[in-house]
């Protein structure tokens, strides 16, 4: 029996599915391919009700959690999402917050404890794609970073997996996005990226077109309203997010079959 094309995404946190996967999700979703999204934590650091921040009077992790796995579901259902895991380790928080000292945190949970649970999941779905972060998980927290350890573990460890791709922002479309904002007057509060931002282009691999999904991405990051990590984008102008949302970029980091050296597919080599 031929095996069912599976694509599985690991990440950090309820809400990490969309901007970088969001397209890819529901893009490959309703080319009936099997799309699984794993989320290692529950997001309990993520803001309360009215913006209450880890740390403040009235922020209850638990409560936080409850919401936060709410709007992922909810979120992944505009997104098509066939199949979703939940690892349930506790959120670390930001690089240098109390929560990083937990001892149940998923940043300290060791490598292995957590890849193999995440490679069960590998050897029940088979996936011949799987996505994840780089090394430094993007932009340095600690549980991208983790969930980035154990993704390349479980791919190693079970050789299931035909292709293991890293999400990129690019650093030409980094420059364009703030150029075009600047020009429009747009007010990018403490966003302020160096020239330096972004991964280098010549490191991209693969680029996918995500045009069509543009709604389901917005809707589906109007799902997370509990965060403010979205209201960025979500004020922004059609066309910029347009610019930011209409195509996903991957550092192909390992294949075991034949693919040409710029994709627009990451099946590519796998599917004829």
């Given at each position: 029996?031929?095996?069912?094309?599976?694509?599985?995404?690991?990440?950090?946190?309820?809400?990490?599915?969309?901007?970088?996967?969001?397209?890819?999700?529901?893009?490959?979703?309703?080319?009936?391919?099997?799309?699984?999204?794993?989320?290692?934590?529950n997001g309990e650091q993520g803001d309360g009700p009215g913006g209450v921040k880890p740390g403040q009077d009235g922020h209850?992790?638990?409560?936080?959690?409850?919401?936060?796995?709410?709007?992922?579901?909810?979120?992944?259902?505009?997104?098509?999402?066939?199949?979703?895991?939940?690892?349930?380790?506790?959120?670390?928080?930001?690089?240098?917050?109390?929560?990083?000292?937990?001892?149940?945190?998923?940043?300290?949970?060791?490598v292995e404890r957590a890849a193999a649970r995440l490679g069960a999941l590998m050897?029940?779905?088979?996936?011949?794609?799987?996505?994840?972060?780089?090394?430094?998980?993007?932009?340095?927290?600690?549980?991208?970073?983790?969930?980035?350890?154990?993704?390349?573990?479980?791919?190693?460890?079970?050789?299931?997996?035909?292709?293991?791709?890293?999400t990129a922002l690019p650093r030409s479309g980094m420059r364009q996005m703030v150029a075009y904002m600047r020009e429009a007057g747009i007010d990018m509060g403490d966003f302020d990226p160096s020239e330096d931002f972004g991964t280098p282009d010549e490191l991209i691999t693969s680029v996918v077109d995500v045009l069509p999904y543009l709604d389901r991405k917005v809707k589906a990051l109007k799902a997370h309203a509990s965060q403010s990590d979205g209201a960025f984008l979500l004020a922004m102008p059609e066309e910029a997010q347009r610019l930011m949302l209409a195509s996903e970029t991957?550092?192909?980091?390992?294949?075991?079959?034949?693919?040409?050296?710029?994709e627009d597919d990451l099946f590519a080599g796998i599917r004829s």
């Open positions: 029996m031929d095996q069912v094309l599976t694509l599985m995404a690991v990440h950090a946190h309820p809400d990490d599915e969309v901007l970088g996967t969001g397209g890819i999700l529901a893009r490959y979703a309703e080319a009936g391919i099997r799309t699984v999204l794993v989320t290692c934590t209850d992790v638990a409560a936080v959690a409850e919401r936060r796995l709410a709007e992922l579901k909810e979120s992944t259902g505009h997104l098509g999402v066939t199949h979703v895991e939940t690892l349930g380790y506790r959120d670390s928080g930001m690089v240098g917050w109390a929560a990083n000292n937990h001892p149940e945190a998923f940043c300290n949970i060791p050897e029940r779905y088979r996936p011949q794609v799987v996505v994840t972060y780089d090394e430094d998980g993007g932009y340095g927290h600690p549980d991208h970073i983790q969930a980035h350890r154990i993704a390349v573990a479980a791919t190693e460890g079970t050789g299931i997996p035909d292709k293991l791709y890293y991957f550092i192909r980091r390992m294949s075991r079959v034949a693919a040409p050296d710029r």
